[in-house]
């Protein structure tokens, strides 16, 4: 694509945001759209796997993500009461992705990549809720439009399918939480904590700071409050590990929330003329495959390389979805692979990556980079 044309992208998200970097730095003209009052600080964080942090060292932000994230060394797995039943060298992982991996606050994350917008003078425009009409009237005004607007209730995706595409509810739900801990309490160590049915993850970041999951086999039911849903998480762990008692003796209430987790099943094209869908919009997977932020900065870097590199728009979307569909499609199985074991009713918990060695791992995530 020449470089005047002109980008409209919906959703000012990760894959939105990483988008309007690189293709503005490209020389687009890109108009970024985002429904809410704010950047989103959504998610009390994100790990950057090997895979993301290629991505942001290509923006040249690698050093102030580790600036304020964390590394830590190790993943262990525990039962719920406390006896290790595996452990995951994150460190050698990193070591052979040629990249490190980096936990973060996601408002910490959000922040950086809103002031390197900033610095290009990309203007967010919020408070812009769009409709199926916005869409087509973008559209005709610009020569490519992006949706980048989540998994639940994507606009552009809806006007890719006539017939909507809907998430599926995957029986679990997730409360997710930060809290400050004592120094030495993790270690600076990644815990996964697993009952029958039942999850705690613990995610180290820096400072004693770290974010946290509390996650069950539920009924998606709407009507219960929120406050209900937070007292049974209380009364589910509550004598679970040390750490676990920690986590909930000490959390910032104002960052909790609840979630009715969802996810995609793979689709068949993620473009129709010159609209198309990234990140969650186009392959939402399970928080378990923690690769939802990783394949959002992988959409947002191939994606651009390919505008930049492609004569033609038509060539770059196909090439698009030709070179993401099968690595986003297997974070999408390996995700509901790793819930079922978790939430499934399996009698014994299950090691994280069962069988799978730090150099199939690494190429994996490094894959198409």
Request: hydrophobic share 40%; charged share 20%; proline share 4%.
């Amino acid at each position: 694509m020449n470089s005047s044309k002109r980008i409209a992208i919906v959703g000012a998200g990760v894959a939105g945001m990483v988008l309007a970097i690189f293709a503005t730095r490209q020389g687009f003209q890109v108009s970024l759209y985002e429904r809410g009052r704010q950047v989103s600080s959504m998610g009390a964080g994100v790990t950057l796997w090997p895979n993301a942090m290629f991505v942001l060292h290509r923006l040249g932000l690698e050093d102030e993500i580790k600036r304020v994230g964390g590394m830590p060394r190790f993943m262990r797995q525990f039962d719920q009461h406390g006896v290790r039943q595996g452990e995951f060298d994150i460190g050698e992982v990193s070591l052979l992705s040629g990249f490190p991996s980096v936990t973060i606050m996601r408002r910490d994350l959000m922040g950086i990549l809103a002031r390197a917008l900033d610095d290009l003078g990309v203007e967010i425009h919020f408070g812009r809720s769009m409709t199926s009409q916005d869409i087509d009237g973008f559209k005709k005004e610009f020569d490519l439009v992006v949706g980048a607007d989540g998994r639940m209730n994507s606009v552009v995706r809806q006007t890719l399918y006539p017939q909507e595409v809907s998430p599926c509810y995957q029986g679990f739900i997730n409360i997710i939480g930060i809290s400050r801990l004592g120094e030495g309490i993790l270690d600076n160590v990644i815990h996964d904590v697993r009952g029958l049915g039942e999850r705690f993850g613990i995610v180290p970041v820096t400072s004693g700071v770290c974010y946290w999951a509390a996650a069950w086999r539920a009924d998606l039911d709407q009507d219960r409050s929120v406050s209900a849903w937070y007292d049974e998480m209380h009364q589910r762990f509550s004598s679970w590990p040390a750490p676990v008692r920690s986590v909930l003796s000490s959390y910032e209430k104002a960052s909790l929330n609840r979630i009715f987790v969802h996810d995609l099943d793979p689709l068949p094209y993620w473009h129709r003329d010159n609209v198309v869908i990234i990140g969650d919009a186009a392959h939402a997977p399970l928080p378990t495959s923690g690769q939802g932020a990783c394949q959002a900065l992988e959409d947002a870097w191939h994606l651009a390389r390919l505008l930049e590199e492609q004569g033609e728009l038509e060539n770059a979307l196909i090439d698009f979805y030709q070179q993401r569909i099968a690595k986003t499609s297997a974070a999408q199985a390996i995700g509901r692979q790793l819930a079922q074991g978790i939430f499934g009713g399996q009698p014994e918990p299950q090691l994280a990556a069962p069988g799978i060695s730090a150099k199939q791992l690494s190429r994996f995530w490094m894959q198409g980079l």
